[in-house]
């Protein structure tokens, strides 16, 4: 009876660890950042560590700076001055960096739609994830996730990767003459 795991039961397990990494790493750099220098009208260390949490905890669901004030116990206008005093950028620009790079990760370590990630992300669709995503990264989210996932040469076009694989497996040589303009015209 207790000899089989229940469906999704490592995946959840997986997904569990990758998060406590994650806040791990981001407590011991954050621990890092603030003993280096108390930032003059920033927040308390406290203040950085539960903003922090609560943002990594709800990245999939929407985030306003009015609760983000609320978990720092400040006024609107105080937090995000204080807020971008301590982090270096206003809270609306961290979310979204780390949005998209949770986006990364999940891209990496899941096969789910763009879509799907989006959705998780806190995005409003694929196209808003695409559209923020290509303004931080440089690239789409599809090319970087091919680039990342089939780090083949650089410029080799996904269609003549598929094209070179599926030519090895029939047993074809992968350099096939084409049919040249002229000869479609005759």
Same mark, same amino acid.
């Given at each position: 009876?207790?000899?089989?795991?229940?469906?999704?039961?490592?995946?959840?397990?997986a997904?569990?660890?990758?998060?406590r990494?994650?806040?791990?790493?981001?407590?011991t750099?954050?621990?890092?950042?603030?003993?280096?220098?108390r930032?003059?009208?920033?927040?308390?260390?406290?203040?950085?560590?539960q903003?922090?949490?609560?943002?990594?905890?709800?990245?999939?669901?929407?985030?306003?700076?009015?609760?983000?004030?609320?978990?720092?116990?400040?006024?609107?206008?105080?937090?995000?001055?204080?807020?971008?005093?301590?982090?270096?950028s206003?809270?609306?620009?961290?979310?979204?960096?780390?949005?998209v790079?949770?986006?990364?990760?999940?891209?990496?370590?899941?096969?789910?739609?763009?879509?799907?990630?989006?959705a998780?992300?806190?995005?409003?669709?694929?196209?808003?994830?695409t @559209?923020?995503?290509?303004?931080?990264? +440089?690239?789409?989210p /599809? $090319?970087? &996730? *091919? #680039? @990342?996932?089939?780090?083949?040469?650089? +410029?080799?076009?996904? /269609? $003549?990767? &598929? *094209? #070179?694989?599926?030519?090895?497996?029939?047993?074809?040589?992968?350099?096939?003459?084409?049919p040249?303009?002229s000869?479609?015209?005759?």
């Amino acid at each position: 009876m207790f000899d089989q795991d229940p469906p999704g039961a490592t995946d959840t397990l997986a997904s569990l660890e990758r998060l406590r990494s994650a806040m791990v790493d981001l407590s011991t750099s954050l621990d890092k950042m603030l003993q280096v220098h108390r930032v003059r009208n920033g927040l308390a260390p406290w203040q950085v560590r539960q903003v922090l949490a609560y943002i990594e905890t709800n990245l999939g669901t929407p985030i306003r700076n009015k609760d983000l004030a609320l978990v720092a116990r400040l006024s609107v206008y105080y937090f995000n001055v204080a807020f971008r005093n301590s982090v270096g950028s206003s809270p609306h620009e961290y979310v979204v960096r780390r949005r998209v790079k949770r986006a990364q990760e999940l891209m990496l370590s899941t096969g789910n739609s763009l879509s799907d990630i989006a959705a998780e992300c806190g995005m409003a669709d694929q196209a808003h994830l695409t @559209r923020v995503f290509r303004k931080l990264a +440089g690239n789409s989210p /599809a $090319a970087w &996730r *091919r #680039a @990342r996932l089939n780090p083949a040469a650089p +410029g080799t076009p996904p /269609a $003549a990767l &598929r *094209r #070179a694989e599926h030519d090895q497996i029939i047993g074809r040589a992968s350099v096939r003459p084409r049919p040249s303009s002229s000869a479609k015209q005759q």
